[in-house]
């Protein structure tokens, strides 16, 4: 009886570990999903505002710097991966 007890022990254990790794995992894939939408977000919106036609009210500079953002995105990734996966680091 005692050692059904310590395999239920041990398989319960187990089971709590796994959930807590896929629940780590699925916290960064949201972080970099998130990241990710902020990144390109700027960028989508002044393609479209140039795409409507209205391209000439924005300046050089606001032009430039959503693309440079939504190009770093890439970046981001092993920043988020190293503060939140304690694995990683």
Excluded: D
């Excluded at 693309?67 to 770093?72: D, G």
């Amino acid at each position: 009886m005692e050692k059904l007890g310590s395999q239920v022990r041990k398989s319960t254990l187990i089971q709590q570990q796994s959930i807590k790794t896929e629940w780590k995992l699925a916290k960064i894939a949201f972080v970099v999903i998130i990241v990710y939408v902020m990144s390109w977000s700027p960028y989508a919106c002044v393609t479209l505002i140039a795409w409507a036609g209205y391209g000439s009210t924005l300046s050089p500079y606001s032009k430039a710097v959503p693309a440079v953002i939504a190009k770093a995105s890439a970046i981001y990734n092993p920043f988020i991966y190293a503060i939140i996966h304690s694995k990683y680091r």
